[in-house]
Protein backbone atom coordinates (compact mmCIF):
# COMPACT_ATOMS: atom_id res chain seq x y z
CA UNK A 1 0.00 0.00 0.00
CA UNK A 2 1.22 2.94 -0.86
CA UNK A 3 1.10 6.20 1.86
CA UNK A 4 -0.78 9.38 1.01
CA UNK A 5 -1.53 10.46 4.25
CA UNK A 6 1.12 8.93 6.99
CA UNK A 7 4.57 10.14 5.88
CA UNK A 8 6.60 7.46 3.66
CA UNK A 9 9.53 7.56 6.03
CA UNK A 10 7.50 7.66 9.48
CA UNK A 11 7.90 4.85 11.93
CA UNK A 12 5.87 4.28 15.04
CA UNK A 13 8.24 4.96 17.63
CA UNK A 14 6.21 6.75 20.50
CA UNK A 15 2.82 8.48 20.84
CA UNK A 16 3.82 12.34 21.23
CA UNK A 17 4.70 11.73 17.10
CA UNK A 18 1.91 10.04 16.20
CA UNK A 19 -0.66 12.09 17.93
CA UNK A 20 -0.48 14.45 15.01
CA UNK A 21 -1.93 12.48 12.49
CA UNK A 22 -5.14 11.43 14.95
CA UNK A 23 -5.21 15.06 16.09
CA UNK A 24 -5.16 16.00 11.94
CA UNK A 25 -8.65 13.38 12.06
CA UNK A 26 -10.04 15.03 14.99
CA UNK A 27 -10.25 18.02 13.84
CA UNK A 28 -10.61 17.60 10.12
CA UNK A 29 -13.96 19.87 8.71
CA UNK A 30 -16.03 16.98 6.98
CA UNK A 31 -18.42 19.26 5.47
CA UNK A 32 -18.99 17.25 2.26
CA UNK A 33 -19.94 13.21 1.38
CA UNK A 34 -16.20 13.60 -0.91
CA UNK A 35 -14.44 15.01 2.10
CA UNK A 36 -15.52 12.21 4.78
CA UNK A 37 -14.48 9.72 1.85
CA UNK A 38 -11.31 11.22 1.96
CA UNK A 39 -11.20 11.28 5.87
CA UNK A 40 -12.22 7.61 5.91
CA UNK A 41 -9.46 6.15 3.87
CA UNK A 42 -6.68 8.53 5.50
CA UNK A 43 -8.13 6.93 9.12
CA UNK A 44 -7.91 3.70 7.51
CA UNK A 45 -3.95 4.02 5.96
CA UNK A 46 -3.05 5.20 9.74
CA UNK A 47 -4.67 2.24 11.24
CA UNK A 48 -2.65 -0.15 8.88
CA UNK A 49 0.41 1.50 9.86
CA UNK A 50 -0.44 1.22 13.31
CA UNK A 51 -1.51 -2.07 13.51
CA UNK A 52 1.43 -3.28 10.76
CA UNK A 53 3.98 -2.28 13.78
CA UNK A 54 2.02 -3.40 16.51
CA UNK A 55 1.56 -6.85 14.32
CA UNK A 56 5.49 -6.96 13.28
CA UNK A 57 6.41 -6.53 17.37
CA UNK A 58 4.15 -9.49 18.37
CA UNK A 59 5.22 -11.95 15.50
CA UNK A 60 9.22 -11.20 16.87
CA UNK A 61 8.67 -11.51 20.19
CA UNK A 62 6.52 -14.77 19.64
CA UNK A 63 9.49 -15.91 17.08
CA UNK A 64 11.98 -15.55 19.94
CA UNK A 65 10.25 -15.12 23.63
CA UNK A 66 13.45 -15.21 25.58
CA UNK A 67 14.80 -11.98 23.55
CA UNK A 68 14.29 -9.36 26.50
CA UNK A 69 14.63 -6.49 24.09
CA UNK A 70 11.93 -7.71 21.47
CA UNK A 71 9.34 -8.18 24.97
CA UNK A 72 9.72 -4.58 25.98
CA UNK A 73 8.59 -3.45 22.73
CA UNK A 74 5.81 -5.31 22.15
CA UNK A 75 5.32 -3.97 25.98
CA UNK A 76 6.02 0.08 24.96
CA UNK A 77 2.72 -0.41 22.36
CA UNK A 78 0.96 -1.32 24.93
CA UNK A 79 1.52 0.30 27.76
CA UNK A 80 2.66 3.28 25.97
CA UNK A 81 0.86 3.55 22.80
CA UNK A 82 -2.31 1.67 22.48
CA UNK A 83 -3.58 3.08 25.82
CA UNK A 84 -3.73 6.65 23.86
CA UNK A 85 -4.95 5.69 20.75
CA UNK A 86 -7.79 3.94 22.59
CA UNK A 87 -9.90 7.35 23.81
CA UNK A 88 -9.19 9.08 20.54
CA UNK A 89 -10.34 6.08 18.48
CA UNK A 90 -13.33 6.52 20.43
CA UNK A 91 -13.40 10.12 19.60
CA UNK A 92 -12.91 9.48 15.80
CA UNK A 93 -16.03 7.04 15.62
CA UNK A 94 -18.47 9.21 17.29
CA UNK A 95 -17.56 12.28 14.50
CA UNK A 96 -17.86 9.60 12.00
CA UNK A 97 -21.62 8.52 13.52
CA UNK A 98 -22.26 12.65 14.02
CA UNK A 99 -21.20 13.46 10.28
CA UNK A 100 -24.39 14.37 8.29
CA UNK A 101 -23.10 12.93 5.10
CA UNK A 102 -22.85 9.32 7.01
CA UNK A 103 -26.01 8.25 6.01
CA UNK A 104 -24.94 8.72 2.33
CA UNK A 105 -22.17 6.01 2.43
CA UNK A 106 -24.12 3.39 0.53
CA UNK A 107 -21.52 1.43 -1.00
CA UNK A 108 -21.33 -2.66 0.52
CA UNK A 109 -19.41 -2.93 3.71
CA UNK A 110 -20.72 0.50 5.22
CA UNK A 111 -23.69 -1.10 6.79
CA UNK A 112 -21.74 -3.83 8.49
CA UNK A 113 -18.87 -1.06 9.18
CA UNK A 114 -20.98 1.66 10.77
CA UNK A 115 -23.02 -1.19 12.82
CA UNK A 116 -19.47 -2.72 14.54
CA UNK A 117 -18.14 1.49 15.19
CA UNK A 118 -21.35 2.07 17.33
CA UNK A 119 -21.41 -1.03 19.42
CA UNK A 120 -17.74 0.08 20.14
CA UNK A 121 -19.22 3.64 21.02
CA UNK A 122 -21.65 2.18 23.37
CA UNK A 123 -19.46 -0.37 24.85
CA UNK A 124 -16.21 2.03 25.29
CA UNK A 125 -15.47 3.14 28.73
CA UNK A 126 -12.88 5.25 29.96
CA UNK A 127 -12.31 3.28 32.83
CA UNK A 128 -11.62 0.07 30.87
CA UNK A 129 -8.34 1.88 29.33
CA UNK A 130 -5.95 0.90 32.06
CA UNK A 131 -7.88 -2.72 33.08
CA UNK A 132 -7.51 -3.56 28.98
CA UNK A 133 -3.93 -2.81 29.34
CA UNK A 134 -3.10 -4.97 32.06
CA UNK A 135 -5.34 -7.62 30.73
CA UNK A 136 -2.70 -7.79 27.36
CA UNK A 137 0.02 -7.81 29.49
CA UNK A 138 -1.05 -10.22 31.54
CA UNK A 139 -1.79 -12.25 28.01
CA UNK A 140 0.98 -12.87 26.67
CA UNK A 141 2.78 -14.16 29.91
CA UNK A 142 0.66 -17.61 28.73
CA UNK A 143 3.17 -17.49 25.73
CA UNK A 144 6.29 -16.78 27.90
CA UNK A 145 5.37 -19.59 30.10
CA UNK A 146 4.59 -21.99 27.33
CA UNK A 147 8.01 -20.81 25.72
CA UNK A 148 9.82 -22.09 28.23
CA UNK A 149 8.38 -25.40 28.50
CA UNK A 150 10.64 -28.20 27.36
CA UNK A 151 11.78 -31.97 28.42
CA UNK A 152 14.97 -33.79 27.80
CA UNK A 153 14.54 -37.48 26.40
CA UNK A 154 17.68 -40.23 25.02
CA UNK A 155 20.19 -37.06 26.11
CA UNK A 156 18.33 -34.31 24.53
CA UNK A 157 16.58 -31.05 25.31
CA UNK A 158 13.23 -30.49 23.15
CA UNK A 159 9.68 -28.75 23.30
CA UNK A 160 7.01 -30.35 24.18
CA UNK A 161 5.95 -29.95 20.53
CA UNK A 162 8.54 -32.04 19.12
CA UNK A 163 8.62 -34.71 22.02
CA UNK A 164 5.09 -35.42 21.50
CA UNK A 165 6.29 -36.61 18.05
CA UNK A 166 6.96 -39.72 20.60
CA UNK A 167 3.74 -40.02 21.36
CA UNK A 168 3.48 -42.31 17.74
CA UNK A 169 5.85 -44.74 18.53
CA UNK A 170 5.32 -47.99 18.39
CA UNK A 171 7.01 -48.82 21.49
CA UNK A 172 3.92 -48.47 24.16
CA UNK A 173 6.74 -48.06 26.61
CA UNK A 174 8.16 -45.05 24.90
CA UNK A 175 4.91 -43.23 24.30
CA UNK A 176 3.81 -44.33 28.63
CA UNK A 177 7.14 -42.50 29.33
CA UNK A 178 6.62 -39.87 27.09
CA UNK A 179 3.64 -39.05 28.48
CA UNK A 180 4.68 -39.12 31.66
CA UNK A 181 7.24 -36.71 30.70
CA UNK A 182 5.12 -33.96 29.08
CA UNK A 183 2.19 -34.31 31.52
CA UNK A 184 4.81 -33.79 35.03
CA UNK A 185 6.64 -30.56 32.87
CA UNK A 186 3.20 -29.14 32.39
CA UNK A 187 2.46 -29.59 36.13
CA UNK A 188 5.68 -27.26 37.13
CA UNK A 189 3.33 -24.62 36.01
CA UNK A 190 0.28 -25.70 36.95
CA UNK A 191 0.16 -23.04 40.13
CA UNK A 192 1.87 -20.22 37.72
CA UNK A 193 -0.98 -20.69 34.76
CA UNK A 194 -3.66 -20.93 37.40
CA UNK A 195 -2.58 -17.97 39.11
CA UNK A 196 -2.56 -16.35 36.10
CA UNK A 197 -6.07 -17.27 34.83
CA UNK A 198 -7.37 -16.13 38.40
CA UNK A 199 -5.99 -12.50 37.50
CA UNK A 200 -7.38 -12.68 33.90
CA UNK A 201 -10.90 -13.89 35.22
CA UNK A 202 -11.10 -10.70 37.72
CA UNK A 203 -9.91 -8.21 35.07
CA UNK A 204 -12.26 -9.43 32.49
CA UNK A 205 -15.01 -9.25 35.18
CA UNK A 206 -14.15 -5.86 36.12
CA UNK A 207 -14.50 -4.74 32.58
CA UNK A 208 -18.02 -5.82 31.75
CA UNK A 209 -18.92 -4.13 35.18
CA UNK A 210 -17.90 -1.21 34.13
CA UNK A 211 -19.44 -1.62 30.62
CA UNK A 212 -22.67 -2.29 31.98
CA UNK A 213 -22.53 -6.31 32.11
CA UNK A 214 -23.34 -8.42 34.77
CA UNK A 215 -20.95 -11.38 33.38
CA UNK A 216 -18.15 -11.15 30.97
CA UNK A 217 -19.28 -14.02 28.82
CA UNK A 218 -22.27 -11.50 27.67
CA UNK A 219 -20.30 -8.75 27.71
CA UNK A 220 -17.43 -10.09 25.34
CA UNK A 221 -20.04 -11.86 23.44
CA UNK A 222 -21.55 -8.49 22.67
CA UNK A 223 -17.35 -6.92 22.54
CA UNK A 224 -16.71 -9.85 19.66
CA UNK A 225 -19.07 -8.00 17.38
CA UNK A 226 -21.19 -11.38 17.24
CA UNK A 227 -24.83 -9.95 15.67
CA UNK A 228 -25.92 -12.68 13.64
CA UNK A 229 -25.89 -15.13 16.78
CA UNK A 230 -26.48 -15.19 20.04
CA UNK A 231 -25.49 -16.64 23.00
CA UNK A 232 -28.36 -19.39 22.85
CA UNK A 233 -27.14 -20.33 19.51
CA UNK A 234 -24.16 -21.27 21.23
CA UNK A 235 -25.38 -23.41 23.67
CA UNK A 236 -27.34 -25.19 21.03
CA UNK A 237 -24.11 -25.69 19.49
CA UNK A 238 -22.55 -27.56 21.93
CA UNK A 239 -26.04 -29.59 22.43
CA UNK A 240 -25.66 -30.67 18.90
CA UNK A 241 -21.66 -31.81 19.10
CA UNK A 242 -23.30 -33.91 22.28
CA UNK A 243 -25.67 -35.52 20.25
CA UNK A 244 -23.85 -36.08 17.34
CA UNK A 245 -20.33 -36.00 17.80
CA UNK A 246 -19.41 -37.10 20.48
CA UNK A 247 -20.81 -40.82 19.74
CA UNK A 248 -18.84 -40.88 16.70
CA UNK A 249 -16.00 -40.28 18.32
CA UNK A 250 -16.62 -43.09 21.29
CA UNK A 251 -16.95 -45.39 18.18
CA UNK A 252 -13.80 -44.19 16.57
CA UNK A 253 -11.90 -45.01 19.86
CA UNK A 254 -13.81 -48.73 20.70
CA UNK A 255 -12.42 -49.68 17.05
CA UNK A 256 -9.20 -48.27 17.57
CA UNK A 257 -8.62 -50.47 21.04
CA UNK A 258 -9.93 -53.70 19.34
CA UNK A 259 -7.43 -52.95 16.66
CA UNK A 260 -4.52 -52.38 19.48
CA UNK A 261 -5.87 -55.31 20.69
CA UNK A 262 -5.87 -53.56 24.13
CA UNK A 263 -7.46 -54.32 27.13
CA UNK A 264 -6.60 -51.21 28.98
CA UNK A 265 -6.66 -48.56 26.34
CA UNK A 266 -4.60 -45.34 28.03
CA UNK A 267 -4.39 -41.78 26.72
CA UNK A 268 -0.94 -42.80 25.29
CA UNK A 269 -2.51 -45.56 22.99
CA UNK A 270 -4.65 -42.18 21.41
CA UNK A 271 -2.25 -40.98 18.77
CA UNK A 272 -0.53 -44.40 17.85
CA UNK A 273 -1.43 -45.93 14.21
CA UNK A 274 -3.94 -48.74 15.15
CA UNK A 275 -2.45 -50.51 11.98
CA UNK A 276 0.99 -50.50 13.49
CA UNK A 277 2.38 -47.97 10.85
CA UNK A 278 4.84 -45.57 12.22
CA UNK A 279 4.16 -41.91 12.06
CA UNK A 280 3.55 -40.00 8.88
CA UNK A 281 6.18 -38.11 7.32
CA UNK A 282 4.70 -35.76 4.98
CA UNK A 283 8.09 -33.57 5.08
CA UNK A 284 11.62 -33.69 5.79
CA UNK A 285 11.90 -29.96 6.76
CA UNK A 286 10.53 -26.36 6.52
CA UNK A 287 12.33 -25.61 3.15
CA UNK A 288 10.08 -29.08 1.61
CA UNK A 289 6.97 -27.82 3.57
CA UNK A 290 6.56 -25.00 1.66
CA UNK A 291 7.53 -26.31 -1.67
CA UNK A 292 4.91 -29.33 -1.05
CA UNK A 293 1.99 -26.34 -0.06
CA UNK A 294 2.56 -24.27 -3.13
CA UNK A 295 2.60 -27.57 -5.62
CA UNK A 296 -0.23 -28.98 -3.67
CA UNK A 297 -1.98 -25.22 -4.02
CA UNK A 298 -1.12 -24.71 -7.53
CA UNK A 299 -3.22 -28.08 -8.08
CA UNK A 300 -5.97 -26.57 -6.31
CA UNK A 301 -5.76 -23.01 -8.19
CA UNK A 302 -2.48 -21.36 -9.38
CA UNK A 303 -3.09 -18.17 -7.37
CA UNK A 304 -3.58 -19.97 -4.15
CA UNK A 305 0.22 -21.27 -4.62
CA UNK A 306 1.53 -18.01 -6.30
CA UNK A 307 -0.03 -16.44 -2.63
CA UNK A 308 2.83 -19.07 -0.62
CA UNK A 309 5.41 -17.98 -3.30
CA UNK A 310 5.07 -14.49 -2.36
CA UNK A 311 5.39 -14.87 1.44
CA UNK A 312 8.33 -16.93 0.43
CA UNK A 313 10.30 -14.39 -1.00
CA UNK A 314 9.12 -11.58 1.41
CA UNK A 315 10.61 -13.91 4.39
CA UNK A 316 6.94 -14.01 5.51
CA UNK A 317 7.37 -17.73 7.09
CA UNK A 318 8.75 -18.94 10.30
CA UNK A 319 8.11 -22.68 10.20
CA UNK A 320 10.03 -24.87 12.44
CA UNK A 321 9.75 -25.93 16.30
CA UNK A 322 12.38 -24.61 18.26
CA UNK A 323 13.50 -23.69 22.16
CA UNK A 324 12.19 -20.19 22.56
CA UNK A 325 10.04 -19.73 20.68
CA UNK A 326 6.08 -19.25 21.76
CA UNK A 327 3.84 -22.27 21.10
CA UNK A 328 0.98 -22.96 18.45
CA UNK A 329 0.38 -21.40 14.90
CA UNK A 330 -0.94 -18.26 13.40
CA UNK A 331 -1.55 -16.52 10.58
CA UNK A 332 -1.24 -12.78 11.14
CA UNK A 333 -2.68 -9.95 8.43
CA UNK A 334 0.21 -7.30 7.63
CA UNK A 335 -2.32 -4.46 6.57
CA UNK A 336 0.29 -1.50 4.91
CA UNK A 337 2.09 -4.11 2.55
CA UNK A 338 -0.99 -6.77 2.25
CA UNK A 339 1.61 -9.55 2.90
CA UNK A 340 1.10 -11.55 5.82
CA UNK A 341 3.15 -13.43 8.21
CA UNK A 342 2.73 -17.42 9.16
CA UNK A 343 4.03 -18.44 12.34
CA UNK A 344 3.99 -22.43 13.40
CA UNK A 345 6.04 -24.74 14.93
CA UNK A 346 6.44 -27.68 12.46
CA UNK A 347 8.43 -31.26 13.43
CA UNK A 348 7.69 -33.01 10.63
CA UNK A 349 4.83 -34.81 11.51
CA UNK A 350 1.24 -34.90 9.90
CA UNK A 351 -0.60 -32.36 12.24
CA UNK A 352 1.89 -29.75 10.32
CA UNK A 353 1.05 -30.41 7.09
CA UNK A 354 -2.93 -29.48 8.38
CA UNK A 355 -0.91 -26.49 10.13
CA UNK A 356 0.27 -25.21 7.10
CA UNK A 357 -2.60 -25.43 4.96
CA UNK A 358 -5.21 -24.52 7.37
CA UNK A 359 -2.86 -21.04 7.90
CA UNK A 360 -2.29 -20.91 4.22
CA UNK A 361 -6.01 -20.88 3.44
CA UNK A 362 -6.08 -17.57 6.39
CA UNK A 363 -3.59 -15.99 4.34
CA UNK A 364 -4.90 -16.38 0.62
CA UNK A 365 -8.09 -14.93 2.21
CA UNK A 366 -5.44 -11.60 3.38
CA UNK A 367 -4.36 -11.94 -0.23
CA UNK A 368 -7.81 -11.83 -1.23
CA UNK A 369 -9.61 -9.38 0.65
CA UNK A 370 -6.70 -6.94 0.22
CA UNK A 371 -8.15 -4.42 -2.49
CA UNK A 372 -11.17 -3.88 -0.11
CA UNK A 373 -11.19 -0.22 0.64
CA UNK A 374 -10.79 0.38 4.32
CA UNK A 375 -8.98 -1.81 6.63
CA UNK A 376 -11.60 -2.60 8.71
CA UNK A 377 -13.26 -4.02 5.09
CA UNK A 378 -10.07 -6.24 5.46
CA UNK A 379 -10.76 -8.02 9.10
CA UNK A 380 -13.75 -10.75 8.70
CA UNK A 381 -14.98 -11.93 11.19
CA UNK A 382 -13.63 -15.17 12.75
CA UNK A 383 -16.75 -17.53 11.40
CA UNK A 384 -15.65 -16.36 8.26
CA UNK A 385 -12.00 -16.38 8.90
CA UNK A 386 -11.68 -19.53 9.98
CA UNK A 387 -13.93 -21.20 7.76
CA UNK A 388 -10.90 -19.88 4.70
CA UNK A 389 -8.40 -22.07 6.81
CA UNK A 390 -10.49 -25.06 7.81
CA UNK A 391 -12.32 -25.09 3.94
CA UNK A 392 -8.63 -25.27 2.73
CA UNK A 393 -7.53 -28.35 4.92
CA UNK A 394 -10.54 -30.63 3.50
CA UNK A 395 -10.14 -29.21 0.01
CA UNK A 396 -6.08 -29.10 -0.13
CA UNK A 397 -6.68 -33.11 0.85
CA UNK A 398 -7.93 -33.90 -2.70
CA UNK A 399 -4.01 -32.86 -3.54
CA UNK A 400 -1.71 -34.72 -0.54
CA UNK A 401 -0.47 -37.02 -3.19
CA UNK A 402 2.44 -34.56 -3.75
CA UNK A 403 3.05 -34.75 0.11
CA UNK A 404 2.39 -38.61 -0.08
CA UNK A 405 3.30 -40.74 -3.32
CA UNK A 406 2.55 -44.24 -1.63
CA UNK A 407 -1.25 -44.80 -1.45
CA UNK A 408 -1.81 -46.51 1.86
CA UNK A 409 0.12 -43.34 3.16
CA UNK A 410 -2.22 -40.87 1.84
CA UNK A 411 -5.22 -42.88 2.90
CA UNK A 412 -3.62 -43.06 6.21
CA UNK A 413 -3.37 -39.22 6.31
CA UNK A 414 -6.80 -38.41 4.61
CA UNK A 415 -8.28 -41.08 7.50
CA UNK A 416 -6.46 -39.12 10.02
CA UNK A 417 -7.74 -35.48 9.12
CA UNK A 418 -11.35 -37.13 8.82
CA UNK A 419 -10.88 -38.40 12.45
CA UNK A 420 -9.57 -34.71 13.11
CA UNK A 421 -12.39 -32.99 12.16
CA UNK A 422 -14.61 -35.27 14.20
CA UNK A 423 -12.21 -35.09 17.43
CA UNK A 424 -11.97 -31.44 17.64
CA UNK A 425 -15.73 -30.55 17.60
CA UNK A 426 -16.19 -32.13 20.78
CA UNK A 427 -13.16 -30.31 22.42
CA UNK A 428 -14.35 -26.75 20.84
CA UNK A 429 -17.65 -27.30 22.65
CA UNK A 430 -16.16 -28.36 25.98
CA UNK A 431 -13.62 -25.59 25.82
CA UNK A 432 -16.52 -22.42 25.45
CA UNK A 433 -18.30 -24.57 27.37
CA UNK A 434 -16.22 -24.17 30.12
CA UNK A 435 -16.01 -20.49 29.42
CA UNK A 436 -19.70 -19.68 29.98
CA UNK A 437 -19.53 -21.76 33.70
CA UNK A 438 -16.28 -19.79 34.79
CA UNK A 439 -17.49 -16.55 33.78
CA UNK A 440 -20.62 -16.48 34.68
CA UNK A 441 -19.26 -17.50 38.15
CA UNK A 442 -16.37 -15.50 38.20
CA UNK A 443 -16.28 -15.63 42.12
CA UNK A 444 -15.08 -19.84 41.33
CA UNK A 445 -11.71 -21.09 43.27
CA UNK A 446 -9.37 -22.98 41.64
CA UNK A 447 -11.10 -26.43 43.00
CA UNK A 448 -14.60 -25.09 41.42
CA UNK A 449 -12.48 -25.04 37.98
CA UNK A 450 -11.07 -28.23 37.91
CA UNK A 451 -14.95 -30.05 38.79
CA UNK A 452 -16.59 -27.97 35.96
CA UNK A 453 -13.59 -29.29 33.51
CA UNK A 454 -13.66 -33.13 34.98
CA UNK A 455 -17.52 -32.76 34.65
CA UNK A 456 -17.13 -31.07 30.67
CA UNK A 457 -14.64 -34.19 30.32
CA UNK A 458 -17.76 -36.72 31.05
CA UNK A 459 -20.22 -35.12 28.40
CA UNK A 460 -17.55 -34.30 25.85
CA UNK A 461 -14.99 -36.89 26.50
CA UNK A 462 -14.43 -40.74 25.17
CA UNK A 463 -15.22 -42.77 28.46
CA UNK A 464 -13.24 -45.61 26.05
CA UNK A 465 -9.88 -44.07 27.20
CA UNK A 466 -8.95 -45.02 30.43
CA UNK A 467 -7.72 -42.01 33.14
CA UNK A 468 -7.51 -44.21 36.13
CA UNK A 469 -4.63 -42.83 38.31
CA UNK A 470 -3.72 -39.70 35.88
CA UNK A 471 -7.05 -37.48 37.03
CA UNK A 472 -4.66 -34.94 38.35
CA UNK A 473 -3.32 -34.87 34.42
CA UNK A 474 -7.24 -34.87 33.10
CA UNK A 475 -8.47 -31.79 35.60
CA UNK A 476 -6.01 -29.37 34.67
CA UNK A 477 -5.66 -30.56 30.42
CA UNK A 478 -7.58 -27.32 29.46
CA UNK A 479 -4.26 -25.34 30.52
CA UNK A 480 -3.20 -26.29 27.18
CA UNK A 481 -5.37 -24.05 25.45
CA UNK A 482 -4.05 -20.60 24.61
CA UNK A 483 -7.38 -19.16 23.69
CA UNK A 484 -8.57 -18.90 27.44
CA UNK A 485 -5.82 -17.05 28.38
CA UNK A 486 -5.28 -15.29 25.39
CA UNK A 487 -8.22 -14.53 23.33
CA UNK A 488 -10.96 -15.35 25.73
CA UNK A 489 -14.05 -16.66 24.29
CA UNK A 490 -12.77 -16.64 20.55
CA UNK A 491 -12.95 -20.70 19.79
CA UNK A 492 -16.29 -21.37 19.44
CA UNK A 493 -15.71 -19.86 15.80
CA UNK A 494 -13.67 -22.74 14.99
CA UNK A 495 -16.58 -25.24 15.32
CA UNK A 496 -18.59 -22.88 13.07
CA UNK A 497 -16.07 -22.94 10.62
CA UNK A 498 -15.51 -26.70 10.68
CA UNK A 499 -19.22 -27.11 9.52
CA UNK A 500 -18.79 -24.66 7.13
CA UNK A 501 -15.69 -26.14 5.88
CA UNK A 502 -17.17 -29.73 5.79
CA UNK A 503 -19.88 -28.36 3.72
CA UNK A 504 -17.10 -26.39 1.35
CA UNK A 505 -15.85 -29.96 0.90
CA UNK A 506 -18.06 -31.53 0.22
CA UNK A 507 -19.29 -29.01 -2.91
CA UNK A 508 -15.60 -29.02 -3.69
CA UNK A 509 -15.86 -33.57 -4.31
CA UNK A 510 -19.73 -32.86 -6.01
CA UNK A 511 -17.98 -29.92 -8.50
CA UNK A 512 -14.39 -28.33 -7.90
CA UNK A 513 -14.55 -25.24 -10.72
CA UNK A 514 -17.66 -24.18 -8.94
CA UNK A 515 -16.52 -24.51 -5.59
CA UNK A 516 -13.18 -22.35 -5.77
CA UNK A 517 -15.18 -20.01 -7.44
CA UNK A 518 -17.31 -19.87 -4.68
CA UNK A 519 -14.68 -19.93 -2.22
CA UNK A 520 -12.69 -17.01 -3.97
CA UNK A 521 -16.11 -15.01 -4.51
CA UNK A 522 -16.70 -15.33 -0.60
CA UNK A 523 -13.43 -14.72 0.88
CA UNK A 524 -13.15 -11.90 -1.61
CA UNK A 525 -15.86 -9.93 0.73
CA UNK A 526 -14.08 -9.15 3.22
CA UNK A 527 -16.29 -8.50 6.04
CA UNK A 528 -18.39 -5.87 3.68
CA UNK A 529 -21.70 -8.65 4.03
CA UNK A 530 -22.67 -10.48 7.18
CA UNK A 531 -21.91 -14.07 8.11
CA UNK A 532 -24.62 -15.79 6.60
CA UNK A 533 -24.42 -13.50 3.24
CA UNK A 534 -20.45 -14.64 3.08
CA UNK A 535 -21.59 -18.53 3.60
CA UNK A 536 -24.63 -17.90 1.06
CA UNK A 537 -21.77 -16.90 -1.59
CA UNK A 538 -19.49 -19.82 -0.70
CA UNK A 539 -22.73 -21.92 -1.63
CA UNK A 540 -23.39 -23.01 1.87
CA UNK A 541 -25.48 -22.53 4.81
CA UNK A 542 -24.31 -20.79 8.44
CA UNK A 543 -26.44 -23.27 10.24
CA UNK A 544 -25.63 -25.22 13.63
CA UNK A 545 -28.97 -27.34 14.49
CA UNK A 546 -28.99 -30.73 15.15
CA UNK A 547 -30.45 -31.68 11.83
CA UNK A 548 -27.33 -30.38 10.07
CA UNK A 549 -24.80 -31.41 12.15
CA UNK A 550 -25.98 -34.86 11.83
CA UNK A 551 -26.03 -34.17 8.32
CA UNK A 552 -23.01 -32.95 7.91
CA UNK A 553 -21.63 -35.71 10.24
CA UNK A 554 -22.98 -38.51 8.65
CA UNK A 555 -21.21 -37.03 5.38
CA UNK A 556 -17.73 -37.53 7.36
CA UNK A 557 -18.59 -40.76 7.92
CA UNK A 558 -19.46 -42.06 5.18
CA UNK A 559 -16.51 -40.24 3.00
CA UNK A 560 -14.40 -41.85 6.19
CA UNK A 561 -15.84 -45.36 5.35
CA UNK A 562 -14.88 -45.15 1.45
CA UNK A 563 -11.59 -44.47 2.41
Request: one cysteine or more.
Amino acid sequence: MKRHFVKPDFRVTTWELLKPYFDDLLNRKLDSKEALEGWLKDNSELSSVVSEDMAWRYIKMTCDTANEELRKSFNDFVQNIEPNISPVSNELNKKLVACKFTGELTKPGYDIYLRGIKNSIELFREENIPLNTQLQELEQQFGAISGEQSVEYKGEKMTLQKASVYLKDLDRKVREEIYYKIMERRGQDEKALDDLFNKLISLRHRVALNSGYSNYRDYKHRALGRFDYTVQDCLNFHESVKQHVVPLVKEHEKKRKEKLKLDDYRPWDTAVDENGQPPLKPFANAGELIEKTIACFNEIDPFFGNCIEIMQRMRRLDLESRLGKAPGGYQYPLYETDVPFIFMNAVGLHRDLVTMVHEGGHAIHSFLDKDLELVEFKSPTSEVAELASMSMELISMEHWHIFFKDQDELKRAKRQQLEGVIDALPWIAAIDKFQHELYLKPEHTVEDRYKIWVGLMKDFGSDVINYKGLEEFVKRKWQIQLHLYEVPFYYIEYGFAQLGAVAMWRQYLQNPKQAIENYRKALGLGYTRSIPEIYKAAGIKFDFSPAYVKELMDFVKSEYDKI
